[in-house]
């Protein structure tokens, strides 16, 4: 369990880069400023909201993950085999629900970015 939970915290990691990237480019390009003066307001808010909102999500999740890591880091370090199968109730839950909203909303901001774009084209 020890190594899916790094995978895991390294998979959130690098959903975290991409949005930041996704990010950077809708805020500091001039093409991204066009199509934000000429879409609707209704759907820059929403952008930008499914970007703060897979963030936090990326957060709430990279957090959990670390928690339930330090966790067994800590079983193995007094003597717990690293071997041993863990009970499916010892895998952080709360954790997995914010990874799959985090990948939900972090799907849904470029869609919506890409909707921002069709919307200024007519």
């Known amino acids: 369990m020890k190594a899916q939970l790094e995978h895991r915290s390294k998979q959130v990691i690098g959903v975290a880069g991409g949005l930041t990237a996704f990010f950077i480019a809708v805020v500091s390009g001039a093409a991204a400023a066009e199509i934000y003066a000429q879409s609707n307001t209704l759907l820059r808010a929403v952008v930008f909201t499914l970007v703060a909102f897979a963030g936090f999500s990326l957060g709430m ?9 330090t966790k067994i880091t800590k079983a193995i370090d007094e003597g717990v085999s690293g071997d041993t199968p863990s009970e499916p109730r010892d895998w952080p839950g709360a954790a997995d629900c914010w990874w799959h909203l985090a990948l939900l909303f972090t799907t849904l901001a470029p869609v919506s970015f890409l909707f921002a774009v069709w919307w200024a084209a007519f």
């Open 61 to 69: 999740a990279y957090i959990r993950y670390e928690e339930a890591h």
